[in-house]
């Protein structure tokens, strides 16, 4: 099958700093990558589509300024993480589209925990 | 905004029984899917089931839909240790690419 990978796998990092997190998708090409973020026993919310080569969309209540999302090639995605604070911390899972679009078949990263201190 | 709801939010079962989680959803589908989550780890696809059909089966688990309810359930039989993780209900969103997750039903298993 499909794989989607992400990196890095978790990061710990000070209050104000910016964090750069990738979703790679390995074996297709994905015009689509989601992003979605999950709060300790929560589900997971989605943040925003990101379309190859144009900007992305973000849900409602999410700041585009703050997390900054470039899709520049049909295998990775990036979201950065602006201006980090503790409230911030979350798990952060991507996952890309592609090969069963007919049925919206996603494919999801492992995910990427983020602890802001 | 969530689309799903699922019930129970939390199961507790012994080896050997039967889990039964539900799902229930507001918009009209394409289609439905049951994701599982180990603690702090990502997605894993279980199974889709289509609009136009009303149960599925896939190993040990299966799957109903009704569309006029609105609701779909997933029932795990001879549950195991092993299955103990929390399990998300999806449909598309408007646009009918992003998936939209419910609340999720935590099911623990013990020996």
């Known amino acids: 099958g499909a794989v989607v990978s992400q990196h890095p796998s978790w990061v710990i990092c000070k209050s104000g700093t910016s964090v750069k997190i990738e979703c790679r998708s390995l074996?297709?090409?994905?015009?689509?990558m989601f992003w979605y973020r999950q709060f300790p026993k929560q589900s997971l919310m989605l943040m925003a589509t990101?379309?190859?080569?144009?900007?992305?969309?973000?849900e409602q209540g999410v700041e585009k300024d703050k997390f900054l999302i470039n899709h520049a090639s049909l295998t990775l995605s990036t979201l950065t993480v602006t201006s980090a604070h503790p409230e911030d911390s979350s798990f952060y899972i991507c996952?890309?589209?592609?090969?069963?679009?007919?049925?919206?078949?996603?494919?999801f990263g492992p995910g990427t925990r983020l602890t802001v201190l | 905004s969530q689309q799903g709801e699922e019930d129970p939010q939390a199961l507790s079962i012994q080896e050997g029984e039967n889990a039964t989680m539900n799902c229930s959803y507001k918009?009209?589908?394409?289609?439905l899917q049951w994701y599982r989550q180990n603690s702090g780890r990502g997605l894993v696809h279980l199974i889709l089931?289509?609009?136009?059909?009303r149960e599925k089966h896939s190993g040990r688990l299966r799957v109903t839909l009704d569309t006029s309810k609105k609701s779909s359930s997933l029932l795990i039989t001879a549950s195991r240790a092993a299955d103990t993780a929390s399990y998300f209900c999806?449909?598309?969103?408007?646009?009918?690419?992003?998936?939209?997750f419910g609340k999720g039903t935590t099911l623990s298993v013990s020996s």
């Open positions: 996952s890309a589209y592609g090969t069963s679009p007919t049925y919206n078949e996603q494919f």
């Open positions: 074996d297709f090409q994905a015009t689509t």
């Open positions: 990101s379309n190859e080569g144009s900007k992305a969309t973000y």
């Open positions: 918009t009209s589908i394409n289609n």
């Open positions: 089931i289509r609009s136009n059909e």
């Open positions: 999806a449909t598309a969103n408007q646009a009918g690419t992003a998936l939209i």
